[in-house]
């Protein structure tokens, strides 16, 4: 069982997980690009379906799929079962790491990204996202599921075909403790709706508005290229957003892809989806977060938190719409 610890300087839970073992040699792949092995076929394509722990959902028809959705062979939460934590001492804080850690196979085809999905696999993807996300809403124990997509090396993957993870956890992480924070902070409206409203009038970081939704370049990027997604009609869980936003949120994220490639060729990237802790009804906006991974943080932003962005939100914007 993969354990949970208390970092008492930040108040920060940190996960060790040990399952994927790793000798001091392995951690020299990580500098090698993702690339599925031509011995071991890629356990995610049609036809290597047994490879894989069962499906616990399968999207598509007529014995083609067009979405899997199976466990995580090596997952860093897993079982049922409350947040107990226990003291060894003052500083020694753990709890059992348990939890969901599902793989979405959102594409059966190995080469796809994201950014080639056609119209009817991105609602695939986006109805299953929700469908998981209310299945974990109603899993005991379960209080906040984080969904990511890994894109290359940089950004973390460790298999090329395009798949999506969600993580069911039994705590609230800090980062959106602190997401939470802000909107509470920014007090008489809804913090991204107000965006929504400031970014179209200053108009120069919006890089699309289409469909009810809008990605913006936002005032405030830590990072280059990253990219803000947000659906126009307010609402703090995702599960319960309307199926035609969801399409529509991802067909934002395919185009702002595209550009991206466009612009800046095939880079690692992640995509960090936020929205409300299951049972919360705090003041909250879901959204995406589209973050290029095409510079490393370097010491001082690891030692104060604070980013240096060498590329300012309005020249990215330019440079992704021109
Ligand atoms: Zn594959
Ligand atoms: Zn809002
Ligand atoms: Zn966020």
């Known amino acids: 069982m993969n354990q949970l610890r208390l970092n008492p300087l930040t108040g920060r839970w940190v996960t060790v997980a040990t399952g ?10 990580d500098r090698a690009p993702v690339e599925t092995s ?93 469908d998981r ?28 075909h395009p798949h999506s993870q969600l993580l069911g956890i ?11 924070a802000g909107f509470r902070r920014f007090s008489g409206a809804c913090l991204l709706c107000a965006t929504i409203d400031a970014e179209r009038a200053a108009g120069h970081r919006v890089v699309s508005d289409k469909d009810g939704v809008v990605v913006v370049a936002p005032w405030w990027s830590g990072a280059p290229f990253e990219l803000l997604v947000i659906p126009e009609n307010h609402e703090g869980h995702l599960r319960r957003a309307a199926g035609t936003d969801l399409a529509s949120v991802g ?44 510079h490393s943080v370097g010491g001082f932003e690891k030692g104060t938190g604070v980013p240096i962005n060498i590329v300012a939100p309005e020249d990215a914007c330019r440079l992704m719409t021109g």
């Open 133 to 160: 996300f209310e299945d974990h809403a109603h899993a005991p124990g379960i209080r906040y599921t984080q969904a990511i997509v890994n894109h290359g090396r940089a950004a973390g993957a460790s298999l090329e």
């Open 20 to 29: 994927r073992a790793s000798r001091p040699a392995d951690f020299a792949r």
């Open 170 to 180: 039994s705590f609230v992480p800090g980062e959106l403790v602190e997401e939470i």
């Open 251 to 294: 067909h934002a994220i395919r185009d702002a892809l595209h550009r991206i490639r466009e612009l800046l060729g095939d880079v690692s990237y992640n995509l960090v989806v936020h929205t409300l802790p299951h049972h919360a009804h705090d003041p909250f906006h879901w959204h995406v977060h589209v973050v290029p991974r095409v």
């Open 38 to 130: 031509p011995v071991t076929p890629c356990p995610f394509c049609p036809g290597h379906e047994e490879e894989l722990p069962p499906a616990l959902e399968t999207y598509g028809h007529s014995g083609e799929w067009l979405l899997r959705v199976v466990p995580n062979r090596y997952p860093a939460f897993e079982g049922a079962g409350p947040m107990l934590v226990e003291h060894l001492g003052p500083l020694f804080a753990s709890a059992p790491a348990t939890g969901i850690h599902e793989v979405l196979v959102f594409t059966p085809d190995h080469r796809q990204s994201w950014a080639d999905l056609d119209d009817r696999q991105v609602g695939v993807t986006m109805a299953a996202l929700r």
